[in-house]
């Protein structure tokens, strides 16, 4: 019997025609590509510069995307130089080759931090409900890793009112001790963005458990630690310039256990709004609407301020902060809070000496907004607003964001341990800017000129023409590995869901 060598292995692939290109890519790639079927280098330069926009590829980046797919053996060994139609199609829809979304921080980061929505938690130590859930730094952690920039905290002395703990006060949730919390957060701020970090404090302690607090801030922090030199800020620095530091957002109270009440209280009445979401997943997301009262309505809506629940406890309008700890009071970056029995219109006047932060929840934005929405705007040029959900989401359920980011609301505070669509909808918002925590708001939603102009102030309220229509189809979904063309079947693309968003738009469809 003779000897026998084998020089080449040849092996037949059989593809599933539900993966086969469809009909657009294939039109793309025979208009770029060249005679034998290929396209070549040059070639798929200028389909990245053309069809692309990314100006400043080069023909060594689309060496690279070839050489790439060759090792993944999408293109063959025997076209090293060049592209068939497969490996083409591949390249299209690779996460790193051509991503959908910049990976690279690319807005503006030099502006103040006024001028940016900021990847917001709400009561980030909680492990599940708002009532009887554990607390934890696991969700803190997770949220940082995921690029969660603002981390809120709540602080009530201990048992034996000789420590701090953080919980969810009157409820049933488990303590965690204070410096546990604040160790994960040094050990993974920056793990996902080098953007500046903000921890939010309800703050319900005693002056010596404040200053004990502040002790414990300053020496697990360091020098990651930022807090201004003088007492108030005309401007908040940017984020280019607090990067790799921490920032402090409290607003002291007056006794640190006042009683809160989780009732939106105005001229009397009580605001009911429209329970949490039933279904486990979240109601849809609304097309951005708000009722414009008339004339009448809007004088007696301005309503009033009576809580204050995710800022600790409120104090009277004056008020001096005798009873804070000078040494826990200074590391006060972002001053917050809101004056007691004050109407919203009130709470959010712009103050030209100091910046600083007011919280409101999801009703008294809802009601501040639909008569008062330019006022909203112009506190949010230089101020931060932050909304947080309403008390009665004790299931950690959260609410339609789009409202908030309207107005320009730069903390949009959400349940990062619930699930829902709307949650889908923020994780999906903040990918944008490289997945830094921040993103830069659209010009109209910045100051313009005089800030006593309401002309030249945005109105979220006001009747616009469209202006275009944008049509989006879908030529693959993947999810989980699996990958569906042309074909949507709700058993193998399960809670697959999209929402267009252009600015300044009120009514859109997907």
Not at 428 to 446: I, Q
Request: aromatic share 8%; proline share 5%.
């Amino acid at each position: 019997m003779g000897n026998y060598r084998v020089c080449v292995c040849f092996t037949r692939k059989f593809k599933s025609d539900a993966l086969s290109p469809p009909d657009d890519v294939k039109d793309l790639f025979n208009k770029y590509s060249e005679s034998g079927g290929q396209m070549s280098v040059k070639s798929l330069h200028r389909f990245l510069l053309e069809v692309q926009g990314h100006n400043d590829a080069t023909e060594k980046d689309a060496e690279h995307v070839i050489e790439v797919l060759r090792q993944r053996r999408h293109v063959s060994v025997f076209q090293r130089h060049g592209l068939n139609l497969d490996g083409f199609f591949h390249f299209l829809f690779s996460e790193d080759l051509n991503p959908v979304i910049n990976s690279k921080v690319h807005h503006d980061m030099t502006a103040p931090l006024s001028h940016y929505f900021i990847y917001t938690g709400h009561n980030s130590y909680l492990t599940g409900n708002q009532l009887s859930s554990d607390c934890s730094d696991a969700p803190i952690i997770k949220a940082l890793r995921r690029g969660v920039r603002v981390i809120e905290l709540d602080i009530w002395p201990n048992s034996a009112k000789d420590d701090v703990h953080v919980l969810h006060g009157r409820t049933l949730t488990t303590p965690v001790e204070l410096i546990k919390c604040l160790r994960s957060i040094k050990e993974h701020a920056f793990v996902a963005s080098q953007y500046p970090v903000i921890i939010t404090l309800e703050d319900h302690l005693t002056r010596d458990l404040q200053a004990k607090a502040a002790d414990m801030i300053t020496k697990t922090f360091g020098e990651l630690l930022y807090y201004p030199k003088s007492e108030g800020l005309e401007e908040f620095p940017s984020p280019e310039s607090l990067k790799g530091h921490i920032i402090i957002s409290t607003k002291p109270p007056k006794e640190y256990l006042e009683a809160k009440t989780d009732e939106v209280q105005g001229n009397g009445d009580t605001e009911k709004l429209k329970e949490p979401d039933e279904e486990p997943w979240g109601d849809d997301i609304p097309d951005y609407k708000l009722d414009v009262p008339s004339e009448r309505e809007s004088a007696n809506a301005a309503g009033s301020i009576e809580e204050d629940s995710d800022d600790g406890s409120v104090v009277s309008q004056g008020q001096p902060d005798k009873d804070v700890a000078p040494e826990y009071k200074r590391l006060i970056t972002i001053r917050a809070g809101k004056p007691k029995g004050v109407s919203l219109k009130d709470a959010i006047k712009v103050d030209g000496k100091q910046v600083k932060r007011v919280s409101l929840s999801e009703p008294q934005l809802q009601k501040v907004a639909r008569s008062h929405s330019t006022h909203v705007v112009r506190f949010t040029h230089k101020n931060f607003l932050r909304i947080y959900p309403k008390g009665t989401r004790i299931d950690s359920s959260n609410y339609n964001p789009l409202v908030a980011w309207t107005h320009g609301a730069q903390m949009v505070a959400f349940n990062m341990q619930g699930y829902g669509r709307q949650l889908w909808l923020v994780h999906g918002f903040f990918r944008a800017n490289g997945g830094c925590g921040y993103v830069k708001k659209p010009d109209f939603l910045l100051p313009n000129g005089s800030e006593d102009d309401d002309q030249l102030v945005f109105n979220p309220n006001a009747s616009r023409p469209v202006k275009t229509s944008l049509k989006v189809k879908f030529i693959l979904i993947k999810r989980g590995g699996f990958s569906c063309v042309h074909q949507f079947s709700c058993i193998t693309c399960q809670n697959i869901y999209g929402r267009w968003m252009e600015s300044g738009l009120q009514e859109n469809t997907l």
